[in-house]
């Protein structure tokens, strides 16, 4: 029997990669236009902009090992990017020897690579959930998907919630996972420029609105234009998260007018709401979790930490506790 994932982003891709290894039968849905979730840069006539993942960092030696396979197929290169810090003494360079990583040509690359011929359904939301005891059914809109035999939610936690809401009652430990909320949300804002704004590639913004700011042409890869991508605070974007774009824009180019001490004239502006970006600091990491009784397994950045490395842990490690 098959085994469904839903979610093509990297912890469904990784969990997908490592199950077909092992001989599984996969097949992935997602609701996106293509594979990558979060991890997915947009395709613009200008090129390629990062509006979600920046860049990744490995601290484990699995995800070394990964990235040094990525870095040799040429699917990932080395983003060193001049680095500053805007804090409560101002703007200054702050540069470190930490090795960062970004997809080629797009933040997506690693997704697409885990997922090589693996069966994928893109545009497929799955909104409904069936149990018999023994198979999934899943749907889309209506329409049957198939049975399988195990299923894996790679998805983020308040949407893994309301697909799972119906089964809640019959397990205390689901229950527990969507008691408290995983993950903040954070908006976004790309602001193209005439000139050149700064000597820096990005800036870590501390105690402030917003939190990140990067030039995409320091990229490699990415538009080549004068873009720069801002990324709010979670409390920020918490706090306007229905806000209107025209408000969040003009938020984005006081705060980029602040930061940089200069006026900001842009000449075009892209916004996205991310309404599932960052873990809660106090969220509980568990890894993975596997639940026999109910052939369910789930990953995800929100149940190991945040961040591209923990998605793909998580990923890999419910790949190994599937009890198949
Ligand atoms: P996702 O990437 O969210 O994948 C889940 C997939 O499930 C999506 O493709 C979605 O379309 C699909 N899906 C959801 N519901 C359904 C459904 N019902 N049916 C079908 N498909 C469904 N991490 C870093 O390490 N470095 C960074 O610099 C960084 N910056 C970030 C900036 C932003 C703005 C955001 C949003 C995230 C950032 N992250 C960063 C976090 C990183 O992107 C995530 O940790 C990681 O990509 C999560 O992977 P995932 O597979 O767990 O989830
Ligand atoms: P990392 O090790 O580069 O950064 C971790 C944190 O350390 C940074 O957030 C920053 O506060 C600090 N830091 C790192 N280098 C610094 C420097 N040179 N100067 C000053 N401060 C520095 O990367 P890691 O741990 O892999 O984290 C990924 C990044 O993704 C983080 O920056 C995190 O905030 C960001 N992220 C953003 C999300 C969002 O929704 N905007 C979601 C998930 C992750």
Request: aromatic share 8%.
């Amino acid at each position: 029997m098959t085994i469904a994932i839903i979610g093509a982003g990297i912890a469904g891709a990784a969990c997908a990669a490592r199950l077909t290894r092992q001989g599984h039968q996969i097949v992935v849905f997602d609701k996106g236009r293509s594979a990558g979730g979060r991890m997915s840069s947009k395709r613009t006539e200008q090129g390629y902009l990062d509006l979600g993942a920046q860049y990744f960092t490995a601290r484990s030696e699995a995800f070394q090992a990964q990235c040094h396979q990525w870095l040799q197929a040429g699917t990932i290169s080395r983003w060193n990017g001049s680095l500053a810090v805007f804090d409560d003494s101002g703007l200054h360079p702050s540069p470190d020897d930490t090795e960062r990583y970004i997809g080629q040509p797009a933040m997506q690359a690693p997704v697409v690579q885990l997922l090589g011929n693996i069966s994928l359904h893109c545009n497929c939301p799955v909104d409904q959930l069936q149990f018999d005891g023994n198979h999934w059914q899943l749907f889309s809109k209506g329409i049957a998907l198939g049975s399988f035999s195990q299923l894996v939610l790679a998805i983020p936690q308040q949407q893994a919630r309301q697909l799972l809401q119906p089964f809640l009652p019959q397990s205390p430990k689901l229950a527990t996972l969507f008691a408290a909320t995983a993950l903040l949300p954070c908006w976004a804002v790309n602001i193209q420029l005439e000139q050149p704004l700064l000597p820096y590639d990005a800036i870590f913004v501390k105690n402030h609105p917003l939190s990140w700011l990067a030039r995409q042409a320091a990229k490699p890869g990415r538009c080549r234009a004068e873009h720069w991508l801002l990324h709010f605070s979670p409390a920020f974007s918490a706090q306007h998260l229905e806000a209107s774009i025209d408000v969040i824009v003009e938020q984005a180019v006081i705060a980029l007018q602040h930061i940089s001490g200069q006026p900001i004239k842009a000449v075009t502006t892209l916004c996205h709401r991310w309404r599932y970006a960052q873990q809660a600091p106090q969220y509980p990491v568990s890894g993975a979790v596997y639940l026999p009784a109910l052939a369910l397994g789930l990953a995800g950045d929100w149940l190991n930490g945040g961040r591209v490395e923990n998605a793909w842990l998580s990923g890999v490690q419910l790949a190994q506790e599937l009890v198949l």
